[in-house]
């Protein structure tokens, strides 16, 4: 079967068993030429084909207004599971049939989305979070491609930002933290030598989230304490933030996997190191500082005149 996408361009489709040799073809066609859609579509626009949804983190109310309109009109959705809350899918996703993606690999979840797509049915896929982070969209999103079914992300709030506001603080602050390293421990996907949290922890202005490592708190903490890192280190475990069972458990490297081993966490929470986790001993900025005075006396067009400031 030969499809056109909305470039124009032809691909020849697969049958949809082998998602693994799509992955590959559109990944050399990736190399070979740049998506004109970059530059047709910026996020947030409609646009044809098969939506990535970032659900938020949980609360439903944390749902762009974007997500919220197409789960209105859809009639498959396709959800990540446990961490897309369920007062979600039943407030918003009232007429659509619900599939939940975890179980299912590539070669059941490509034909299922294509096949409703192909019928004329609203197809929504719908990550917790943000889908492009630790989401593993883009294989799905190219393999559908490669099917001539086009798709495109809607960006969601990410779990670090549910939980920054959980602590009332920011991920980044002025004479703190001038750095944010999304990241997760060593396991299965990650060798000991792509772990880089003890590296992010060292340089001492950076704020580390990390994604999936609820279970391994404690190899994490007793790795940073073998590579000398302060124990006292702010450390913040958030559990399922912005859910009505949010739990917020603070401490430093040396005390935290022991309060969380005691809560009895083992998935679902947000782990985050660095001294922005108080929101203590920061510098007031310059943005309303000495900044904010000089704009009316320089050039009108703010962006020429102003270096780019901590803004927000
Ligand atoms: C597969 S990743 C998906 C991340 C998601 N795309 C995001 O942007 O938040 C799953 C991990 O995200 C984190 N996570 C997702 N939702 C969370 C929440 N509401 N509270 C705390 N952590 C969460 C946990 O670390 C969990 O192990």
Redesign the pocket.
């Known amino acids: 079967m030969t499809n056109t996408d909305d470039t124009g361009e032809t691909s020849i489709a697969t049958d949809g068993d082998d998602p693994q040799q799509a992955i590959d073809a559109q990944g050399e066609r990736r190399r070979e030429e740049l998506d004109e859609r970059i530059f047709e579509h910026s996020a947030g626009d409609e646009q044809e084909g098969i939506p990535f949804v970032?659900a938020g983190?949980?609360n439903p109310r944390l749902l762009t207004v974007a997500g919220k309109e197409l789960l209105g009109e859809a009639d498959l959705v396709v959800h990540a599971g446990s961490?897309v809350n369920s007062e979600l899918l039943e407030e918003y996703c009232a007429h659509a049939e619900l599939v939940n993606s975890v179980g299912k690999d590539l070669e059941e979840l490509i034909p299922l989305m294509r096949d409703a797509y192909e019928n004329g049915e609203n197809v929504v896929r719908l990550?917790?979070?943000?889908?492009a982070?630790?989401?593993a969209a883009l294989e799905q999103m190219d393999a559908l491609e490669h099917e001539g079914v086009p798709t495109h992300f809607v960006p969601?709030v990410?779990?670090a930002f549910?939980?920054s506001a959980t602590l009332r603080t920011q991920l980044t602050l002025n004479e703190v933290s001038n750095h944010v390293a999304f990241t997760r421990p060593q396991g299965k996907t990650l060798t000991a030598d792509e772990d880089h949290i003890s590296e992010f922890v060292e340089m001492g202005d950076v704020t580390t989230c990390i994604?999936?490592?609820?279970h391994a708190v404690r190899d994490t903490m007793d790795r940073l304490l073998e590579a000398d890192h302060d124990p006292e280190t702010p450390v913040a475990v958030?559990?399922?933030?912005?859910?009505p069972d949010e739990d917020v458990i603070i401490g430093d490297i040396g005390t935290i996997a022991d309060k969380v081993e005691e809560a009895g966490y083992r998935?679902?929470?947000?782990v985050v190191i660095g001294d922005a986790v108080t929101g203590a001993g920061y510098e007031r900025s310059f943005l309303y500082g000495d900044w904010a005075n000089r704009g009316s006396s320089e050039s009108a067009d703010e962006n020429a005149s102003k270096p780019e400031a901590s803004d927000d």
Do not use: F, K, R
Not at 238 to 243: D, M, N
Not at 267 to 270: D, E, Y
């Open positions: 970032g983190p949980g961490l990550h917790s979070g943000d889908p982070i630790y989401g969601g990410t779990s549910a939980a994604y999936l490592g609820t958030i559990y399922h933030a912005s859910w998935a679902s929470a947000l």
